[in-house]
Structure formats: C-alpha cells, structure tokens
T-cell receptor
C-alpha cells in the first residue's frame, strides 16, 4: 500500500520555464513533508520541507505548496536550470508519532536547453 | 572526514553468501536508517534505529539483519544473499527534528 505517490515517473521542462512536480499522500496523519533531490551515483540530498500547519514554503527558486484537504503537495522550480535535472523524491512523516520518513517512487526531471 | 560514509561503495557477491554493508556517521545523530533503491520502487525503508541498541523494522526487512552497538555505526547484513537483493543501498542519519542526511550509497550485485 503506497502511502506517498508520485504518479509522473518523468517530466521534461524547457530551461527557464517553471517545473511543477506533484505528490499525493494517503495517510492523513502525516504532518511533515519533504522533497529530496538525487543525482546519479550520489545519495539523496534534502531540498525543502513543509509542516502541515503551513500551506506554502519558499526557498529561493523552490516553493512547496501543501493542500491538506486534497492530500496533495507540489514542488515548483522557477526558473528551471540545467542543474535541476535529477530525480526528485517526495517524502512524508508523522513527526509527533514515529520517526520514519516514507518516500515516493520519484520523478525524473529533465531540463531541456 | 565529517558526515556519513558507506563502505564498500560497490560489491559483487554470490547467492547464499553473507554480506555486510557498513555505515558510519560523525554527527552523533540519534537516528539511523537503511533504504534500498530499486527501479519502479523508489526508496524503501529496510530497518531503522532510534538509538544505540534500539532497532526496528521498516517496509522491507526480510533477509536483512542490523545492529547498533555504537551510536555512530549501523551495519546492515544480508545473511544469505539472494538475486532479489541486488540494489543500491543508502544509509541515512538525523537527529530528532532535524534534516535527514544520506550517505553516497552502496551498489550491490548478487550473482
């Protein structure tokens, strides 16, 4: 039973445009959400997070939006740059209940020149 | 060097052999985790540990054993390797409310 779903295995976006990566979750007990970025042959690196008490968090070119009623979050990258080409993992946890972070399957983002 | 390291980075073994993957972190983080990454499955949690001598199962623990006698080390053992355990393994660590950091990964091939 997949609790964190990334339904798009891959996404191609023109350089300079906005990249939007989507994520859905099923467990309403999740209260903390994260995005990780992964380059080939490297470990995932933390990108941005959001608590369930917020609906938006921004860090430079990266913004995460949370819609709790729809159990949906999205990562916006504006403007997209070549170095953004990577696999992006959505993740969720119940910070006040247990310590596990559950990851989605990932979306491979290709930034086209 | 500070951070989280994994060894070996690459390993080839045969079915039925015992294999141990090492993970070491220098931050004294309480929590440590083992994930495996497979095509079509993303990152799946194998085992995790909240502190020394405390371990718990994740999503896919079968065929794996862990121990945590010291805070900084969290070895993962495949007692009798199978071809289905061919994967990339990532170790991670964090403190209670902090960001989770991943190691560089170990690529394991079971023949």
């Amino acid at each position: 039973d997949q609790q964190v779903k990334q339904n798009s295995p891959s996404l191609s976006v023109q350089e300079g445009r906005i990249s939007i990566l989507n994520c859905d979750y099923t467990n309403s007990m999740f209260d903390y959400f994260l995005w990780y970025k992964k380059y080939p042959a490297e470990g995932p690196t933390f990108l941005i997070s959001i608590s369930s008490i917020k609906d938006k968090n921004e860090d430079g070119r990266f913004t995460v939006f949370l819609n709790k009623s729809a159990k949906h979050l999205s990562l916006h990258i504006v403007p997209s740059q070549p170095g953004d080409s990577a696999v992006y993992f959505c993740a969720a946890s119940r910070r006040n209940r247990d310590d596990k972070i559950i990851f989605g399957k990932g979306t491979r983002l290709h930034i086209l020149p | 060097d500070a951070g989280i390291t994994q060894s070996p980075r690459y390993k080839i073994t045969e079915t039925g052999r015992q294999v141990t993957l090492m993970c070491h972190q220098t931050w004294s983080h309480s929590y440590m985790f083992w994930y495996r990454q497979d095509l079509g499955h993303g990152l799946r949690l194998i085992y995790y540990s909240a502190a020394a001598d405390i371990t718990d199962k994740g999503e896919v623990p079968d065929g794996y054993v862990v121990s945590r006698s010291k805070t900084e080390n969290f070895p993962l053992t495949l007692e009798s390797a199978t071809r289905s355990q061919t994967s990339v393994y990532f170790c991670a660590s964090r403190d209670r409310e902090e960001t989770q950091y991943f190691g560089p990964g170990t690529r394991l091939l079971v023949l």
